[in-house]
């Protein structure tokens, strides 16, 4: 494939696989894998977990505090990253108060517990939140298909980690440091919380 065809493919793919877009396509889904979720709770989720933190990411990016959507630059990523984890915070305050479903809880909290880990190895090292997030909700998606879904997962977060480095955003270490992160955020929450 020509060099072009190739950055354009990848970026398209790095767009599409954006933490915004697989968490948000992934919390409003919940309803779908998990029945007892009311799509009223999994709006406002969604609502605190990726749309609040998407729209202080725009401000910030209008104010010059962050280069591009994906905040590729290490040392801008500390304020959003905050900002998300207070919106979420919030949400669960929320959540908590509108009686919203266990399960719920249990996908919001692994999530923020990602946030948490990943803004940790953020302060020494630039780690694909594009993996890790990759990861986790395709781990999550395919939990109920028996020995193939955790391949369908890797798959699916190794084809969003080849587009980041075919960009040049993220080395192949950082790539798979997001994924194991991921892959330990969702054994995490079904120890913690449940499948």
Not at 9 to 14: C, H, P, Q, Y
Not at 69 to 95: D, E, F, K, N
Not at 115 to 125: G, H, M
């Amino acid at each position: 494939m020509h060099t072009s065809k190739l950055h354009t493919t990848a970026k398209v793919i790095s767009d599409i696989g954006s933490p915004t877009i697989v968490a948000t396509l992934f919390l409003i889904g919940l309803p779908l894998i998990h029945p007892e979720i009311s799509w009223a709770h999994a709006a406002l989720a969604t609502l605190f977990v990726t749309l609040i933190p998407t729209l202080a990411l725009i401000l910030m990016r209008h104010r010059g505090m962050v280069g591009d959507r994906h905040v590729t630059v290490r040392s801008q990523r500390g304020p959003i990253m905050a900002v998300a984890g207070l919106s979420i915070i919030l949400g669960l305050v929320l959540l908590v108060l509108t009686s919203a479903e266990k399960q719920l809880f249990a996908e919001v909290g692994g999530i923020f517990l990602g946030l948490a880990v990943c803004s940790a190895i953020t302060v020494f090292w630039k780690v694909s939140i594009h993996g890790a997030v990759a990861t986790y909700v395709g781990l999550m998606a395919t939990a109920t298909i028996p020995l193939v879904g955790p391949v369908i997962a890797l798959l699916f977060s190794s084809v969003i980690g080849w587009s980041r480095v075919q960009l040049g955003h993220h080395t192949p270490a950082q790539v798979l440091v997001g994924q194991a992160v991921g892959c330990a955020v969702y054994l995490a929450k079904v120890l913690l919380w449940g499948s």
